[in-house]
């Protein structure tokens, strides 16, 4: 119950849900490595198949939601960080060839604008950072 009452999906965002979901399996999985020392009973796994059914249902979507969340959270980084320098994203193009390719490169940009965009970096160093902690607090999570 405390479990499904902390987990309730309607009380959190996405990111809070995951670290809840993370902490409560931690700790539930550092109580019954304490508890097992005790050799409480005969079967030795009972508390690890105690743990995996408390938690499976919140395991079972458990991989879909990190990744939704991850890419979601990255889009959202990187969209704000382009609105605050006005950067216009391309059009996807379909190219069959490279000649292809060199050729709508070339007409859709004019040696001036090719210089300028050399210059220009499309991702700052603040940015690179908190794609980075993010992915890493995803991994971490990824561990239960």
């Known amino acids: 119950k405390h479990v499904d009452h902390k ?4 009380l959190q965002q996405n990111d809070s849900y995951l670290e809840n979901l ?3 399996y ?19 796994s009972f508390l690890h198949r105690l743990q995996k059914n408390v938690f499976s249902k919140y ?4 991989i879909k939601r990190e990744l939704k969340y991850l ?16 950067h216009q994203k391309r059009e996807k193009v379909h190219v069959s060839g490279f000649n292809e ?4 490169t070339g007409l859709t940009q004019t040696s001036q604008q090719q ?26 999570r990824c561990e239960m």
């Not at 987990?7 to 309607?10: A, F, N, V």
């Not at 390719?101 to 709508?104: I, N, S």
């Open 59 to 62: 395991l079972n979507d458990y």
């Open 71 to 86: 890419t979601e959270k990255c889009e959202l980084l990187l969209s704000r960080y382009y609105e605050s320098i006005g």
């Open 101 to 104: 390719f060199v050729r709508l």
């Open 115 to 140: 210089s300028d965009n050399t210059k220009e970096t499309y991702l700052n160093q603040h940015v690179a950072v908190s794609l980075l902690l993010e992915n890493k607090n995803s991994l971490r």
């Open 26 to 44: 931690s700790k539930t999985k550092e109580l019954g490595k304490k508890l097992s020392d005790y050799k409480l009973g005969s079967d030795s």
């Open 7 to 10: 987990l309730d999906e309607r």
């Open 22 to 24: 993370y902490r409560l």
